[in-house]
């Protein structure tokens, strides 16, 4: 099955990102401990999704989407083993660093779009959202679970030694991906004739902004990964400082999360029988806004775990139905664009959270932006929760032109 091979890359290269998503901070945090300087290692990755990710959208839907995966990882595998020699040269510094982050995340910008773009090419519309908490739930594990230990104890033997094992785990991902054969059309080629690209994002903006249910959902995930962005970026100083933890801790507090995603994808066969997208969407937007207060108020280790479990669980059932309302909804033919505009919504908020909670945390202190965190997602959530049953009848019918 085709899904398989793109299911097996995307956990390798995960189990990548997952050891950098611990060593990564902790590299930042050895060179400099100033909140701003922290937060803006995430928001170099994440800026190049406001910058390139329209531009993404309508190169997805002209191109051959496996081919486009393939190339831009082999573009990280250079960028990664290019940080990890210059870490082991010592001339390591915070300027180099953001610019390796940046050209990552532009990597990422397409790639990811072009995976979530290629799915339905590879599943049957039925199976989509099995297929989706099968993929979610595998990279939780990778990403992490397994990744941020391996990543923190890796850090500990050698700073380079985390970005070398991704260069390899990105040299194994490429091979996957070209094991990866598409069985339907190939993007493009149901276009009579391809226009200018400003002409083709135009054209996907303008679809979606007539879809009520795909455009909120993206208005929603912007507005809620800003409130998470801020959070996450104080994350290593809330473990570091207010939990007490050491690096190899820094990465157990992530892989809780991660544990609660394992068990999210475990679940949500049965939860998708059993509730309405609807409640799934409400549920877990509940979760997501008590978690920033519910973390902010502990002092203990083990409870701040357990806050983390539970999100994970909340963030692999909502990603599953948000990606599986958004992939029976938009045209094939459209979906490249659209996605994009999801992803800048999705990691361009992510990257304004994690600036914002920067300079929250450099103005006042680093619990500041969980406090914001609280107040801004309770705020959302009585905005749209009306809007949440529009939304999951979108997910129950096919694409609309």
């Known amino acids: 099955m085709p899904f398989r091979w793109l299911w097996a890359g995307a956990s390798v290269s995960n189990l990548g990102d997952g050891m950098l998503l611990a ?4 590299l930042v945090t050895s060179l400099s401990r100033e909140p701003l300087a922290v937060a803006l290692a995430p928001f170099a990755q994440q800026l190049p999704w406001v910058i390139f990710g329209l531009l993404a959208g309508a190169v997805v839907d002209r191109v051959d989407r ?3 995966m393939i190339s831009v990882n082999l573009l990280r595998l250079v960028v990664i083993l290019g940080l990890a020699g210059i870490i ?14 940046f050209l990552l995340g532009t990597a990422e910008t397409f790639a990811d779009n072009a995976s979530t773009s290629l799915i339905p090419n590879l599943v049957p519309s039925h199976q989509l959202g099995l297929a989706n908490s099968r993929l979610f739930g595998t990279i939780t594990v990778t990403n992490q679970l ?33 094991r990866v054969v598409v069985p339907l059309p190939a993007p493009g080629t149901q276009m009579a004739e391809k ?4 002409r083709e994002v135009r054209e ?8 009520f249910a795909v455009r909120t959902l993206a208005v929603l995930i912007t507005f809620f990964n800003i409130t998470f962005g801020a959070t996450f970026a104080m994350l290593v100083l809330y473990a570091t400082g207010q939990l007490g933890l050491d690096s190899v801790g820094y990465g157990l507090l992530i892989s809780a999360s991660a544990i ?5 994808s475990l679940l949500f066969p049965a939860l998708e029988r059993r509730f309405s997208y609807a409640t799934l969407l409400r549920a877990g937007l509940i979760l997501e806004t008590i978690t920033h207060l519910s973390l902010v108020l502990t002092h203990q280790a083990w409870l701040a775990m357990s806050i983390l479990f539970l999100f994970g669980i909340h963030a692999l059932v909502w990603g599953s139905v948000s990606s599986t309302v958004r992939q029976r909804a938009v045209p094939d033919r459209l979906r490249g664009r659209v996605n994009s505009v999801y992803m800048l919504g999705s990691i361009g908020g992510i990257a304004a959270g994690a600036l914002f909670g920067g300079l929250l945390g450099q103005a006042f202190s680093y619990k500041a932006p969980f406090y914001v965190g609280f107040v801004g997602s309770l705020i959302i959530l009585l905005l749209v929760w009306k809007s949440m049953t529009h939304i999951a009848a979108a997910g129950s019918h096919g694409a609309e032109e």
Do not use: E, Q
């Open 66 to 68: 496996r081919k486009l």
């Open 195 to 198: 226009s200018s690209m400003i």
């Open 23 to 26: 060593a990564g901070p902790l």
């Open 88 to 101: 082991m040269s010592g001339m390591i510094n915070l300027p180099i660093l953001y610019g390796c982050l």
């Open 146 to 178: 397994a990744g941020p230990p391996i990543g923190a104890l890796l850090f500990a033997v050698s700073f380079a030694l985390p970005y070398a094992g991704f260069a390899a785990l990105l040299g194994v991902a490429v091979v996957l991906y070209a």
């Open 260 to 264: 609660g995603g394992i068990v999210g």
């Open 204 to 211: 996907g903006l303008g679809w979606m902004r007539r879809h």
